[in-house]
């Protein structure tokens, strides 16, 4: 037993010597030691040893088993720090060469103008009303009649408004509007809200009008609301948006859900005022409607005309970007094309 365990071992011995790499080492490992290895069937074989033998024998496979299992430990953590050298220099990067250049997207022009508009409005105490409120797919009630469109009025004609076909009275909504007619259902005066969002219309698309476009809709209701706070609130948007040297008029104009109603215009930037085909030739780009909320309109809500009023306004937002940036034409926004987005 004891010349078969040395044997063994020498071979062990020889096998861990010629071991190459982390694989070689392991099959030796597996046939030394593993639980099916020669050196264990030895150890299963001590039943059969004389009593006065047992000692001496096991204390050699032990001694025996430990250098082994010492040796193959050792070389195996040379081995392994070997390939980890190799590993770590064949993957090696060199932080002084130049970064790979990735281009990133960026915020839409239309996005910038919108997120531009809510900052100021935020300044001036306006809140941005929640989006629930303002659904893309709207009915008549919330877009018309609520705020005072009679039956049959032009706006509510196939040629301006989009019907859908999946109930009745359903439409793509023409206007933000009617955000705040269910704020006012809802809430009860102070109401200082914006409300932002895309809105369709049936227009022929042309360099000046597309039939999907983005407005922002404000309104305030409260006690004592009056047309100078109005003014007052609109030129300082102005000033804020476009600067205090761009000329602005006020002009008298119709809107169902306000009285008296007023239109924003802004001096061409195109001509600077001369007169040119994106402002028809009249030298102004109008920028917004606006005007005090009619009474019918807020009892059409459960708000008392004789305690409360208040004004409401809306801009288109590719109007103003148009304005700001001096873009001749609205489909720009829509055509995808690098060149132009990219200025931005």
Known sequence: MENKIHQIEQEALAEIEKATDLKSLENVKNKYLSRNSEFNN????????????????????????????????????????????????????DITLDGEYIPQGHVHPLSQTINEIVDIFNYLGFSLI???????VEVEKYNFDLLNFPKEHPAKDMQ???????AKNVILRSQTSNAQAREMMNTKPPIKIISPGRVYRNESVSARK????????????DKNVTMTQLKGVL????????????????????????EPSVEIDVQ??????????????????EILGAGMVDPNVLRGVNIDPEVYSGFAFGMGVERLTMLKYAIDDIRLFFNNDERFLKQF
């Open 210 to 221: 597309n039939n999907l476009f983005h407005q922002i809709e404000g309104l305030y209701v």
């Open 42 to 93: 030895l150890k299963k074989g001590m039943k059969d040893i004389p009593n006065e033998k047992k000692p001496l024998i096991g204390s050699l496979l032990n001694k025996v088993s430990q250098k082994l299992t010492s040796l193959i430990d050792e070389k195996n953590q040379i081995f392994y720090q070997k390939e980890l050298n190799e590993k770590l220099l064949k993957e090696k990067i």
């Open 268 to 285: 061409c930037i195109m001509c600077q005022g001369k007169g040119c085909p994106t402002c028809s030739n009249t030298g102004w780009l």
């Open 235 to 258: 030129n300082e948007f102005i000033r804020l948006y476009f600067g205090s040297s761009r000329p602005t008029r006020f002009r008298s104009s119709y809107f169902p859900f306000t």
């Open 160 to 166: 301006d408004t989009f019907y859908c076909t999946s």
């Open 130 to 136: 929640d989006p629930k409120l303002s659904p893309e």
